[in-house]
């Protein structure tokens, strides 16, 4: 149980295009689910925290009219990178929480590589 | 501000030669500790969660056990499989509303045959 997918796992675009990545929990409801970045041999870093029906919270540093996060059922959130630049070439994953109650372990998902040309 | 630090860095083990990987934390109230593992391009696998000094879970080769200020994962006998990033969190009290964890920068473990 507490499967969480990814599409795609990885894309190639060109800079100044945009990206949509999925995020779906596959067996349970995720209330909540979140967007990570990861570079090369660094850990993961906090990007935003989506909660179904409302607005993203964005962590400090991050640019939420670049990245847009919806989170529009209680088992899909889609993260966009708007405009997309070198720079924004990465490793994206998301983690999605058990239902308040059930736990506080983040699943995560497969993650997707982002490269831009 | 959260801080978790893990050490060492990188490890190189022998198959069947066990050793610990330390995950040292600061948190104001913890709410939980979490270990995953994490293979080269994949996202991380979770293995354990910890939620009071004293307590302690298992899994196969991995043993995790936790204190008021750090959390060790013992590998006893590992395989090569074994080989991964292992990766531990934090989440404090104060963050139960929006659930984030804060995360350490990983240990790079390589078990050879």
């Known amino acids: 149980g507490a499967v969480v997918s990814q599409h795609p796992s990885w894309v190639i675009c060109k800079s100044g295009t945009s990206v949509k990545i999925e995020c779906r929990s596959l067996?349970?409801?995720?209330?909540?689910m979140f967007w990570y970045r990861q570079f090369p041999k660094q850990s993961l870093m906090l990007m935003a925290t989506?909660?179904?029906?409302?607005?993203?919270?964005?962590e400090q540093g991050v640019e939420k009219d670049k990245f847009l996060i919806n989170h529009a059922s209680l088992t899909l959130s889609t993260l966009t990178v708007t405009s997309a630049h070198p720079e924004d070439s990465s490793f994206y994953i998301c983690?999605?929480?058990?239902?308040?109650?059930?736990?506080?372990?983040?699943?995560f998902g497969p993650g997707t590589r982002l490269t831009v040309l | 501000e959260d801080q978790v630090t893990q050490s060492p860095e990188a490890l190189r083990l022998q198959e069947g030669e066990s050793s610990s990987l330390n995950c040292s934390y600061t948190v104001s109230g913890l709410r939980g500790l979490f270990w995953y593992r994490q293979d080269p391009g994949k996202g991380p696998e979770f293995l354990f969660t910890l939620y009071s000094a004293g307590e302690e879970k298992e899994k196969e080769r991995l043993k995790a056990t936790l204190t008021k200020k750090e959390s060790f994962l013992h590998i006893t006998a590992p395989k090569p499989e074994d080989s991964a990033t292992y990766l531990c969190?934090?989440?404090?009290?104060?963050?139960?509303?929006?659930?984030?964890?804060?995360f350490g920068s990983g240990t790079r473990l390589q078990v050879q045959p």
């Open positions: 989506s909660n179904e029906g409302s607005k993203a919270t964005y």
């Open positions: 983690s999605a929480s058990l239902p308040r109650g059930l736990g506080d372990t983040q699943y």
């Open positions: 067996d349970f409801q995720a209330t909540t």
């Open positions: 969190a934090v989440q404090a009290t104060r963050d139960t509303g929006r659930r984030a964890l804060t």
